[in-house]
Structures are given as structure tokens and as C-alpha cells.
């Protein structure tokens, strides 16, 4: 298999895990980069874009699913910065019908760690061209009673989430968050990530291969958290091959880019909010992404994670980091952000061959923490 791009030789070893992986059988296209106080060291892509056809182009662009969370979270904390939103603040203080059904506590950080009882849509989404009517969907969450106590621990909005966050920046911006987004943090860096995606760009887009079983839990229990969150938006990978799911804005899953763009963006972060003299956030707002929200058994996923503000938080249980200061997601089938403000580093990956584990697989992992190796010497 031929391996484009390119590679500083300190990096070799990441070139080497990526080709591998192809050659185990795990890919059928992919893309991998990584950044060092903000530079590219790592930008190589590999395979096909469309499965026995197209091959996967340095311009090969596909559906991220959940790695989606990591850019709506981080418009969020750029309207943080500008004095638009407050973290600690209740959201009904800026979108007043959420406030129904005893949710006027819930605050933006409830939110932003997966903590604010919403994890699920309530009655679930039966058409997923539902999905696409937002005032509908947002109408409906304001509806909703939380299904714990907010800020009780987390439960993984999977698909609710970008939603939720969507409307808070519409409410203050004025705005649509994939426009936010657009206007604020890609354009600017230069990343071609897109959240609503532009017909334009269709001609770029990989095509995802489904795991072949959809995001709904397999359990004794029907009336469990996992289930209701997971019945209530069933996905089943299909989604990103259709014009509608690519126009849409679905902030915690529909992003569109590749591992080249996801690693511009969080170079950014990792560099403490600025890079190539463009300054998004300050220090201070990007530190906040590490204190610790929630801390336990997540009731959907069912495994520990630490939330911080926006992203998990490197533990024991995710050791994708050495390093203290960094944290992560990743997206349904396979793909994978980490960012470390301890090594400014910032790796992603992108592939369009979905495993069926929401929390990711080996090939991603092994590319994070051979860079880490790398950097280790």
C-alpha cells in the first residue's frame, strides 16, 4: 500500500503503524496528522475513498461522527471567551423555554460533560429526517424533563448534545453554530472541517463503510438509560451518504474533514489558544477544558470517563497521553482526537472504515501513543 504525504523522520514510527494498519487489513482509506507547537510533523493519508474505487485524495474529506463534539464544544468556549456566554451560567438564561419540566438549574457546563440529563430525545426520533427540522428538535428538548438529576454524573449525549449547544450559540450569536464555527474558527485557521456541509464539497466526500449493526445497545434492560439514548436516535452509519445528513447541522455528529483539518483545529488549543499568530481563545478559557466535571460510570457508555469541559480527560481508563494536561474524543467507527498542552502536540485521525465500537478501536489508539513514543525518544 502506498503511503502519501508527509512524515518528519523523527516520526517515522507513526508512517509505520499507519501502513501497517493497512496492510493487517484494518483500512481501506485513512488519514492520520500530528502537530508540534502548532507545526505539521505528520500529514499522510493512504487507501481508497470509496471502497474498491476512488482512492483517497490529500483533499478526501468524510463523516466524523462524535469527533464533530470536539468543534462544537470548542465554538462554545470561543464564545466563552468573548463575554457571550458564561459556563456556570443556567442555559434558560440565554434560551429561556429550555427552563420547562425542571430544568431551570441545568447549567452550560451540565452541558458540555454530557451531565445534563438530556442524553437521549424524548419521545425518540422514529424518521431521521427529523433530525433535520432544528426548531423542531430544539423545541423538543426545551420539552423534556432530564432523565437524573443534572450534574449527577454523565451520560453520553450522543447525538442531543450539538443540539443543545447549537441553540445556546443561536441564542447569543444569532447565529447557527455551523456558521459560528465557520465564520470563527475554521475560516480563520484555514481548516476545511465543515459542520453543514456546502454542495460544493460533495465531490470530495469519502464514502463511511457502516459497521453493519446500529448505534442502539443490545441489553436486558430496555428501560435503562443506555437503551433510551441510544433507541431514541438509532443510527446506523448509513446517514453521511446522503445529501440531507451532509446540508444539516448536526453539531455532535455530522462534521465533515479529514485527520489534517481536525489537527489544525485542536493545534490551536494545544498551543494555549493560538497558533500562527491567530489567537481564538486565551490561555485561561483553554485550561478550563481540564477541570474535572464529572468522574465515574457513565450511564450510557457504561465504562469510566472524566469529563472536563468539552472533551474526556486522560485517566487510566484512557491513557492515550502521559502527560497530565490532555485530553480527547473520538467518533463513532473509529476516529480520534487528542490534544496535549504539556507537549503542544495535537494528533487525529480519520478513516472511513467503521469499526461498530462507539468508543473507538486500535488503529487510532496506536497511532496517539506512538506519537508519544516519539516524542519520548
Same mark, same amino acid.
Given at each position: 500500500m502506498e503511503i502519501f504525504g508527509t512524515c518528519d523522520e523523527r516520526f517515522t514510527p507513526v508512517r509505520d503503524v499507519f501502513a501497517s494498519n493497512f496492510k493487517n487489513g484494518l483500512e481501506v482509506g #485513512?488519514? +492520520? #496528522? +500530528?502537530? /508540534?507547537?502548532g507545526v505539521p510533523v505528520v500529514d499522510l493519508w493512504a487507501g481508497d475513498a470509496v471502497k474498491? $474505487?476512488?482512492p483517497w485524495q490529500k483533499d478526501t474529506i468524510v463523516n466524523v461522527?462524535?469527533?464533530?463534539?470536539?468543534? #462544537?464544544?470548542?465554538?462554545i468556549l470561543v464564545a466563552v471567551d468573548r463575554g457571550l456566554i458564561e459556563l456556570d451560567a443556567p442555559v434558560a438564561t440565554y434560551w429561556p423555554e429550555f427552563a420547562q419540566n425542571g430544568k431551570q438549574g441545568v /447549567?452550560? @457546563?451540565? +452541558?458540555?460533560?454530557?451531565?445534563? $440529563?438530556?442524553? %437521549?430525545f424524548d419521545p425518540p426520533i422514529q424518521d431521521k429526517n427529523q433530525l433535520y427540522d432544528w426548531d423542531a428538535v430544539v423545541s423538543g428538548l426545551a420539552a423534556q424533563k432530564p432523565w437524573w438529576t443534572p450534574g449527577e454524573g454523565s451520560g453520553?449525549?450522543?447525538v442531543t448534545q450539538g443540539f443543545l449547544q447549537g441553540e445556546i450559540i443561536r441564542r447569543v450569536t444569532g447565529k447557527s453554530l455551523g456558521s459560528y464555527f465557520r465564520e470563527e474558527i475554521s475560516e480563520p485557521l484555514g481548516a476545511d472541517f465543515h459542520i453543514g456541509l456546502d454542495r460544493r464539497h460533495d465531490s470530495r466526500v469519502g464514502e /463511511?463503510?457502516?459497521p453493519g449493526r446500529s448505534l442502539a445497545t443490545a441489553t436486558s434492560d430496555p428501560d435503562s438509560i443506555a437503551v433510551r439514548t441510544m433507541t431514541s436516535c438509532d443510527l446506523d452509519g448509513s446517514e453521511p451518504a446522503t445529501a440531507d445528513w451532509r446540508r444539516a447541522e448536526i453539531p455532535a455528529a455530522g462534521g465533515i474533514g479529514n485527520a489534517r483539518s481536525v489537527a489544525r483545529i485542536h493545534s490551536m488549543l494545544a498551543c494555549g489558544g493560538e497558533v500562527d499568530g491567530i489567537r481564538l481563545l486565551s490561555e485561561q478559557t483553554v485550561e478550563r477544558i481540564l477541570e474535572e466535571q464529572t468522574n465515574g460510570t457513565d450511564k450510557v457508555l457504561g465504562i469510566p470517563v472524566r469529563f472536563g469541559m468539552g472533551f474526556a480527560l486522560v485517566d487510566k481508563s484512557f491513557p492515550l497521553s502521559p502527560n497530565r494536561r490532555a485530553f480527547f474524543w473520538g467518533g463513532w467507527g473509529g476516529s480520534l482526537a487528542v490534544i496535549d498542552l504539556d507537549a503542544r502536540v495535537s494528533i487525529a485521525y480519520v478513516m472511513n472504515r467503521m469499526e461498530a465500537d !462507539? /468508543? %473507538?478501536? +486500535? @488503529?487510532? %489508539?496506536? !497511532? #496517539? !501513543?506512538?506519537?508519544?513514543s516519539c516524542l519520548a525518544g
Open positions: #485513512a488519514s +492520520v #496528522a +500530528v502537530t /508540534l507547537d474498491g $474505487g476512488a461522527y462524535s469527533t464533530t463534539k470536539t468543534m #462544537a464544544a470548542t465554538a /447549567l452550560v @457546563r451540565h +452541558v458540555m460533560s454530557h451531565s445534563a $440529563g438530556l442524553s %437521549g453520553y449525549h450522543a /463511511l463503510i457502516p !462507539l /468508543l %473507538g478501536d +486500535v @488503529r487510532g %489508539g496506536s !497511532l #496517539a !501513543l506512538t506519537t508519544f
